[in-house]
């Protein structure tokens, strides 16, 4: 999936610029997906020449002045016929720290168990903010307040599957070496 129907879905609700852009997108979508300044407008820029999206500049008194994106009748199109088109069929979490754990027997015992501590506490301050907003998108459409569901739940899923983790490798630590073999192995 691409960002920029995120973004177009943000934009069919009300006119944004790429900070607020950004947030909402890890506010209500970062359990699947994550993004950074560079992905958003490098997105926002093809879709301005894809006449997607219009931008007008805001000024600001006090700050810099703000590029407003708005979606554009061809934007809605392009959106609606995403939205209609077979979804991906592929199953992934992409989180580079998963990538890493699978390769923690071959580092330092200690340094694995202090990044799955890292993680369980970056996953429980998730799981406080998306519970604080759930009230809010309770109040949003029935497929918004399901979304958040599934955010927490995959969140309470990760944080469980962690301590787990952490507890069994305190526990065994390193008893079974991989053997090179095993890995790639047909």
Known sequence: MSIKYAILGLLKSKDMHGYRIKK???????????VN????????????DDEWVTMSIVAKSN??????YSITKMGQQEFLSWLAAEPERRLFIRDPFLLRFTFFNSGDKQRALEMIDAQIELYELQHTLRKKFTAKRQQRDLYVRLATELGIRFNEMILDWLRNARDEIKEHGSSHMVNANEIGGD
């Open 24 to 34: 909402l997108i890890e506010r209500d979508f970062g359990f699947m997906w994550t």
């Open 63 to 68: 700050s810099p002045d703000r590029k407003l």
């Open 37 to 48: 300044y560079g992905q958003i407008y490098t997105d926002l820029k093809r879709m301005l």
